[in-house]
């Protein structure tokens, strides 16, 4: 989507539809439109419009049209509701037709600043003009999309961001939205080896023998059922001092996880397909991190590995050694992606990161604890936990911190190695996985653990998005990394 910024007014873009928010009834239209203000109030006024969080209407207006989208009452607002008001707009919009758009260069409400309101409409209107459509035969090409914020900008960094961002979650979504059969790992790496090069990111990706020489155990444990190899992919982004230490991201890119012999029942399994979401979000995050040209180094490293139960797969008391030397029974294949990540932060850990993340659909227990409303957020940092819930929360995307108790790493020893994939007691799955991780990360160096089982992707339409991947996570990483120094 293009997306720019006009001094003109608001009623002088009549060739572009018209998006104005509203918080309930509130009209949130900047002052000074006092007539078009009063003109819109009007349309809404007698509709069953009630300015609900993800409602949109449309109206003609001006020979053209008017879409009012909602972000509910101010006591339930989140920054990712304005997010999610834009892309339900241009949702509405692209269903009536319409293919220009235009909001307001500001908008009156209490706590967001205008580089942030940018951004968020940008990036969230970008997105209601996505859809999967790779498998349909009927699909056309999509038109040509625009957004124009209307009236003075005196801030111009939300609309850089949202130009710098919109492509990446647009373009990654296309990849997280495949089914397990047309991204296999390797699939995954030819498509980072190739976005790494457009974006100007280094690229390494380490091969089964690469693995094997590296003695990262975990991953090909997971892939040794599978007739696809696994790949382990590393993107870098220089930054503008290449010496300084970077901030590495990690993320699991499990192509598809069947539960390996501890097979999953076979209802819903399909969603599996999206256990490679913390790996796309990495993808995302490098993409915007490198159009952003942002300061630091960073380091992006996928472990992707398809989780199946063949014949050569790993049995359930089978024990096996991580990279760096620690063993790991594994008493269920089902918890694969922690072996995936095990590796892939011993990996990150050899950088000597300032701070490293990792984001991964790790554990159906997560989405017990928070559903799909946010990501469970746990780490070996309270100031990093802080900054990232904070960022979180700027860019839209809710975290809710966990604890790492040490009862959670004494219940993942095992009686016949270092450790065992499943907690003994089988309670806090989410923050026991976190705990196993915490296991692979040197304690000097600050870390966090985004669990996105229950954001990752939705399953059922929303207003703003059809079912398919949501990229939670990558919106964070590059509001936090862009600020960094
Ligand atoms: N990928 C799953 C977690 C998951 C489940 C994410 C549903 C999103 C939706 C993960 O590999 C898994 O199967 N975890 C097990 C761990 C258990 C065996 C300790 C789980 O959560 O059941
Ligand atoms: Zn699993
Ligand atoms: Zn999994």
Redo the contacts with the bound molecule.
């Keep these: 989507m293009k997306i720019s910024s006009s001094p003109a007014a608001l009623t002088d873009h009549k060739k572009s539809a018209l998006i104005a928010f509203f918080q309930g009834s509130e009209n949130l239209l900047p002052a000074g439109n006092a007539a078009l203000k009063k003109q819109i109030d009007a349309l809404v006024k007698n509709s069953a419009f009630k300015g609900q969080a993800g409602q949109t209407a449309v109206f003609p207006m001006d020979g053209n049209q008017l879409i009012v989208a909602g972000i509910g009452e101010a006591a339930h607002f989140h920054n990712g509701l304005l997010e999610q008001a834009a892309a339900a707009a241009v949702k509405t919009g692209k269903a009536a037709g319409c293919t220009s758009f235009a909001v307001p260069a500001s908008i009156r409400l209490k706590g967001l600043n205008a580089a942030d309101y940018h951004l968020l409409a940008g990036r969230g209107a970008a997105w209601g003009t996505y859809s999967f459509d790779t498998f349909k035969s009927d699909s056309k090409k999509a038109p040509a999309y625009s957004l124009t914020f209307c009236g003075e900008v005196k801030d111009r960094s939300g609309i850089k961001a949202a130009q710098a961002q919109e492509a990446a979650l647009l373009t990654t979504a296309d990849l997280a939205n495949l089914p397990g059969n047309e991204a296999p790992p390797v699939k995954i790496a030819d498509w980072a080896r190739k976005m790494a090069k457009a974006n100007g990111l280094s690229c390494r990706i380490m091969d089964k023998a690469a693995l094997e020489k590296k003695g990262c155990g975990g991953i090909l444990s997971v892939a040794q059922g599978s007739a696809q190899d696994a790949r382990m992919i590393i993107l870098k982004h220089e930054g503008t001092d290449p010496k300084a230490r970077p901030v590495v991201l990690v993320g699991k890119t499990?192509t598809f996880?069947s539960?390996g012999i501890?097979l999953?029942p076979g209802k819903g399994m399909g969603?599996?397909k999206?256990?490679k979401c913390g790996g796309m979000a990495v993808l995302t995050a490098m993409q915007m991190i490198a159009r952003m040209n942002v300061k630091v180094p960073v380091i992006g490293i996928l472990g992707a590995a398809e989780?199946m139960p063949g014949s050569r797969a790993t049995r359930p008391g089978d024990i096996i050694t991580a990279y760096k030397g620690k063993t790991v029974e594994v008493l269920?294949t089902?918890?694969?992606?922690r072996l995936v990540l095990m590796d892939a932060l011993g990996l990150g850990a050899d950088r000597k990161p300032r701070a490293m993340v990792d984001l991964a659909?790790?554990?159906?227990?997560?989405?017990v604890a928070l559903g799909s409303s946010a990501s469970a957020i746990l780490g070996n940092d309270q100031k990093l936990v802080d900054t990232l819930i904070q960022h979180g929360a700027a860019a839209g995307e809710r975290l809710w911190q966990l604890p790492l108790y040490k009862e959670y790493s004494d219940d993942m020893k095992s009686d016949f190695a270092d450790l065992s994939?499943?907690?003994k007691s089988g309670t806090a799955?989410t923050a026991t996985?976190a705990a196993f991780l915490q296991e692979f990360v040197p304690a000097d160096i600050p870390w966090a653990h985004f669990d996105i089982?229950?954001t990752?992707w939705v399953e059922a339409p929303k207003p703003h998005q059809d079912p398919g991947a949501t990229l939670f996570g990558a919106r964070t990483l590059a509001q936090w990394i862009a600020e960094l120094d």
């Design positions: 499990v996880d539960g501890s999953k969603w599996m999206y256990d989780n269920n089902d918890a694969e992606g659909t790790l554990t159906g227990a997560c989405i994939n499943i907690c799955g996985a089982a229950g990752a």
